[in-house]
């Protein structure tokens, strides 16, 4: 792929995420390798985002596996700006990854700095020191890119769409929720997994 067709994923990507972040066009240029690496697939490509960050929307954008159609899966707990795309029908992916010890503090400052989250507290803030170093971000990365980009053949341990879980109503609030065993209140009502509290 070429960067001005990184570039114009990158605008769509940031229509979609609402603002420039310059994850997007890093994320851009990795799902692109790992495509070019992958070839063809004998079923879909799935994709797995290793973080929460904004790569998961240039990956919805480039790819259309989302979290919706389940053929995005994230693992935010790993906490690394990675992407894998695999062959849903065997397992067999590329993974792609920043290789942080390739980006020189001397060269490349701007993009040092958003790896290691080290940017100056005015960028920090926001406004028009974080636009500006956006910028910078990008620009850098692009003179870089295809020495920082790793990349490595992986066969996944779960691959496949899965199974739908089946739903049942909670029998504390009367919601439908999705069972994963024999439960019969849902993870809000056990106090598992709730993530708010009345008003």
Not at 141 to 162: A, P, R, Y
């Amino acid at each position: 792929m070429t960067d001005k067709e990184i570039f114009e994923w990158f605008d769509k990507a940031c229509a979609f995420h609402h603002k420039k972040a310059p994850g997007l066009a890093i994320g851009a240029a990795m799902v692109a390798a790992c495509e070019e690496q992958l070839g063809g697939v004998k079923d879909k490509v799935n994709a797995i985002c290793e973080s929460t960050s904004c790569l998961c929307d240039i990956i919805q954008v480039m790819t259309g596996c989302t979290l919706g159609n389940r053929y995005l899966k994230t693992y935010e707990k790993l906490g690394r700006f990675a992407l894998t795309l695999y062959d849903r029908a065997d397992g067999r992916g590329v993974r792609a990854s920043i290789d942080i010890r390739k980006i020189s503090l001397e060269k490349t400052p701007e993009l040092y700095k958003f790896f290691t989250r080290t940017r100056s507290a005015e960028v920090k803030a926001g406004g028009e020191a974080r636009r500006k170093s956006g910028e910078q971000v990008v620009k850098e990365f692009m003179s870089v890119h295809k020495e920082i980009i790793k990349l490595e053949n992986v066969w996944l341990d779960k691959f496949g769409k899965g199974d739908m879980l089946p739903a049942a109503p909670c029998v504390n609030c009367g919601e439908s929720f999705l069972r994963n065993g024999s439960e019969d209140k849902c993870g809000a009502c056990t106090g598992e997994m709730s993530y708010y509290r009345p008003a």
